[in-house]
C-alpha cells in the first residue's frame, strides 16, 4: 500500500537488503550486519586458527547465536581479506 502524507515507509532490520539486482534470479541472501561484540569474537577465533572445523564452527555459532553458515562465509571472506593483504 502506498504511504500517506506525513507517513514513513517501513523501516527493515539490520539484515534488510536493498532490491534484487535487474536480471537476478531472486533468493539472494541477506546481508548480516555483525554486531561489534560478535566482530571482536570472530577476530580473535581468527587470530588464533584460520581455519575451523566442524565441531568449533558448531561451538562459535551456539555460543554466537549465528548460523554455522554465517560462521563459515565470514571465516572465508576474512582470509581472502587477508591474502589482498598480503
Do not use: D
Not at 34 to 52: D, I, K, P, W
Amino acid at each position: 500500500r502506498p504511504w500517506g502524507a506525513g507517513q514513513s515507509p517501513p523501516k527493515g532490520g539490520p539484515e534488510c537488503a536493498g532490491p534484487e539486482e535487474p536480471g537476478g534470479r531472486g533468493g539472494r541472501r541477506l546481508r548480516t550486519a555483525f554486531s561489534a561484540e560478535q566482530l571482536s569474537t570472530l577476530e580473535s577465533s581468527f587470530q588464533r586458527q584460520r581455519y575451523l572445523g566442524a565441531a568449533e564452527r558448531r561451538k562459535l555459532a551456539g555460543r554466537m547465536r549465528l548460523s554455522e553458515v554465517q560462521i563459515k562465509t565470514w571465516f572465508q571472506n576474512r582470509r581472502m581479506k587477508l591474502k589482498r593483504q598480503l
